[in-house]
């Protein structure tokens, strides 16, 4: 089964006398036995690995509070404006000129 360390730098980890390296996303493939141990193991209460869907989980959680915070909406829409007062303000492009060399 493939996990995800809920630390970030995490690279390689050990077990069994066999060492794991991490995926290009950040994952690692174990055998079933090695992660049904580590799926298990948590820290004061917080878990040190998820699977996929309590990743996605966390992390679509984790957008919806940022989206929720009426701070971070108010940054949202101040950067709309912004945006918006820019291409209002920018000049307009030189259009291309449509005369043609004579070629001899």
Do not use: C
Request: glycine share 6%; hydrophobic share 40%; proline share 7%.
């Amino acid at each position: 089964m493939r996990l995800y360390p809920r630390r970030e730098g995490t690279a390689s980890v050990v077990h069994g006398g066999v060492t794991y390296t991490a995926a290009p996303d950040g994952g690692f493939d174990f055998p079933n036995e090695v992660s049904d141990v580590l799926h298990r193991f948590a820290v004061r209460g917080e878990r040190l690995w998820e699977d996929a869907i309590e990743r996605q989980r966390r992390i679509l959680d984790a957008e919806m509070d940022r989206r929720r915070d009426p701070a971070s909406l108010y940054e949202a829409v101040a950067k709309l404006v912004q945006a918006a007062d820019a291409v209002q303000s920018a000049p307009e492009p030189a259009k291309p000129s449509r005369a043609k060399a004579a070629v001899k």
